[in-house]
């Protein structure tokens, strides 16, 4: 079973950055993701990292601007949000799944909203 609580949400201007946590515990080596959900839309992808670190995947609406990470030692990980942008804003949700299954397990979010 692993546990997840996410962090560093907020409000912000255009162009302006914020620093997501996710913190985990219970078996916490799976691999880990990023996802939101604006107002009215689905979740979606945004970002994910295996559980070494050695491999990361973003969605092109945020490459070149969000950069995801993990610090084991401290069974957190990070999404650092560069440049953003008012369609960023959204509910944040880290989530995490065993090697070969779907994600399965998910924190209860965090809100990001960007004005323009």
């Known amino acids: 079973q692993v546990q997840l609580v996410e962090s560093g949400g907020g409000l912000v201007q255009a162009g302006g950055s914020l620093r997501l946590s996710c913190a985990a515990s219970?078996?916490?080596?799976?691999?880990m993701g990023w996802f939101r959900q604006a107002p009215g839309k689905e979740r979606e992808f945004v970002a994910a990292i295996s559980g070494s670190g050695v491999s990361i995947d973003y969605a092109d609406s945020v490459k070149g601007r969000f950069i995801i990470s993990r610090d084991n030692a401290k069974n957190t990980m990070y999404l650092q949000m560069n440049n953003l942008k008012p369609e960023d804003t959204g509910v944040y949700f880290c989530a995490a799944h065993r090697v070969g299954a779907l994600y399965e397990y998910w924190g209860q979010g965090t809100q990001v909203t960007v004005s323009s």
């Open positions: 219970g078996r916490t080596k799976y691999a």
